[in-house]
């Protein structure tokens, strides 16, 4: 029976009472990704098996050991994402995006699954803001994304965050560190763990991310990508670097990221804050140039990158950056009687229209628990209406934090409303703004 009210294992509601953290953190990473020309893209919460499997890697712990993974009623293979490159990857091959003007620029805000151990900063069911560009080669897109996930941080006012980049390049480079990898776990290779074991043939540098505390020990003295890198991969890694000293973007270069997903090539970069614990990573991307070509296309280099949301929250909670908070409702209206609902539904419908939101009583109570009701929600405005205020056409609008009492016409009531909430917000400037020039307003009364 308890399992009914209580929810699945690292995973998290969000109360009415703090969505707004959430809306704005979403709106300003869609915000930005507008500026910088990406617009988003809406994917299933589900994909063939097959996708991930080929998409992120068969050798990675995503894939080994954390998706959720069933087979539907008509005995497909199905996962719940566990990333959005994948799924971002497949709709722009299905959908023909790959024919037109490159590159393509998409972001999403998605849930992702995947079967962790649930702690801080750490969820099975969690969220990304995402972004991939399709179709650039350039170390200048590299340094875009880099720039657009810094420009989402310095909006939120998160502050302390190390941007740390590695280039872990290209195949044919790779080819060789993959030699002096296997050569250096080969030595200590009964210390590894199972799992690593079987990587130390398939893809050596999967030891690198592993997770287990004798698998990172020893990963600390393996030799590094940097050392091995072509001259063109070199290359490509110095560009980056320019551009972000270009835009004053400050980072580390750091040998030891290597990313856990396979399909990154080249430059890849995490943002790292250290006042979360030891989920401190928050941004994680980098450049795939294969992972097109391996999920059917041609061969198109793109980037992109994932930033955890729950993780940034944490990180912004900690550091108490600003949310800036909701607006209350602009009016309440107390209604009491037939007549005054029907007017109070009358008023209401015309106040939406003009943009203001309008809330009343819908259990019909007393004036006092409508009152006390309408003191909870903190609308800016009252409005009372009994029989006698429908009579005479004329009713009292009170000022919920002034106190201050106005008699406003029902019959005009929206114009009325209008005039004094103005009125309110013109007085609120005089008190903060000192001499406030009205003229700017309204014109400066020169013309002839
Ligand atoms: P980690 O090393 O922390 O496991 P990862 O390399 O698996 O991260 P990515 O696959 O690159 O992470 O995902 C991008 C971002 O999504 C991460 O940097 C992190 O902020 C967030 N993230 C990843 N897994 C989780 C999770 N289980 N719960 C909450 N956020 C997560
Ligand atoms: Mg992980």
Known sequence: MALVTKAIKGTKD??????????????????????????EIRTPVFEHTELFQRG????????????YTFDDKGGRSITLRPEGTAGAVRSYLENGLCNEALPQKVCYNTSCYRYEKPQAGRLREFHQFGIECFGSASPLADAEIIALAKTIFDNLEVKDLSLEINSIGCPSCRAEYHKALKEYFNARKD???????????????????????????????????????CDECKKHFDKVQEYLKAQSIEFNINPKIVRGL??????VFEFVSSSIGAQGTVC????????????????????GFGMGLERLMLLMEAQN?????????????VALGDKAVLKALEISKDMRAEGFGCLMDLNQRSVRAQMKYADKLGAKF?????????ESGCAKLKNMSTGEETEIQLETFVNGFYNISLAEQLADLEINGEEFDFGTLFGNGNEE
Do not use: H, W
């Open 14 to 39: 969000v109360l009415p009472k703090d969505v707004y953290k959430n809306q704005y953190i979403e709106a300003t990473c869609l915000g930005v990704a507008e500026q910088f020309g990406y617009k």
């Open 56 to 67: 992120v890697g068969d050798t990675t712990d995503v894939v080994q050991k954390e998706m």
């Open 191 to 229: 210390e590894l763990c199972d799992t690593c074991k079987d990587r130390l043939e398939r893809n050596p540098m999967r030891i690198l991310d592993c997770k287990s505390p004798v698998c990172s020990e020893i990963a600390n003295d393996a030799p590094v990508m940097l050392d091995y890198l």
């Open 262 to 267: 396979d399909y990154y090539t080249k430059t």
């Open 284 to 303: 994680g991307g980098g450049r795939y140039d294969g992972l097109v070509e391996e999920l059917g296309g041609q061969k198109t280099a793109s980037l």
């Open 321 to 333: 950056c600003p949310f800036p908070e909701p607006q209350a409702a602009d009016l309440f209206i």
């Open 382 to 390: 009252n409005l009372v209406i009994g029989d006698n205020e429908v």
